[in-house]
Nanobody
């Protein structure tokens, strides 16, 4: 599957953004659990949120729980990350990833496909 992330940009602290990740390829989009990860300058890539193939199960990093919401629309081959109450610490390149196992996971190296990333910058 090929993944294309979009929706990043510059936003003030307290603001909101919605990231999208569109998938394309031979395998049905619903074959994959999907995840969002982020990497800030000088830091390692970290887990943000993940969703099962059906959308019935979601998990979040503690740092974003209650502020971010992951969802998916398999008919549109797209996964979303709604980010509210953004903080400067949320500044990072955000990556979407697809995992051939059906349940959501937190471990980056378990994901099989990655998008190119979209930059989110939160100003104070």
């Amino acid at each position: 599957v090929q993944l294309q992330a979009s929706g990043g940009g510059l936003v003030q602290a307290g603001g909101s953004l919605r990231l999208s990740c569109a998938g394309s390829g031979r395998r049905p989009f619903s074959s994959f659990a999907m995840g969002w990860f982020r990497q800030a300058p000088g830091k390692e890539r970290e887990f943000v949120a993940a969703i099962s193939w059906s959308g019935g199960s979601t998990i979040y990093a503690d740092s974003v729980k209650g502020r971010f919401t992951i969802s998916r629309d398999n008919a549109k081959n797209t996964v979303y990350l709604q980010m509210n109450s953004l903080k400067p610490d949320d500044t990072a390149v955000y990556y979407c990833a697809a995992d051939l196992t059906l349940g959501p996971g937190r471990i980056a190296h378990e994901y099989d496909y990655w998008g190119q990333g979209t930059l989110v910058t939160v100003s104070s």
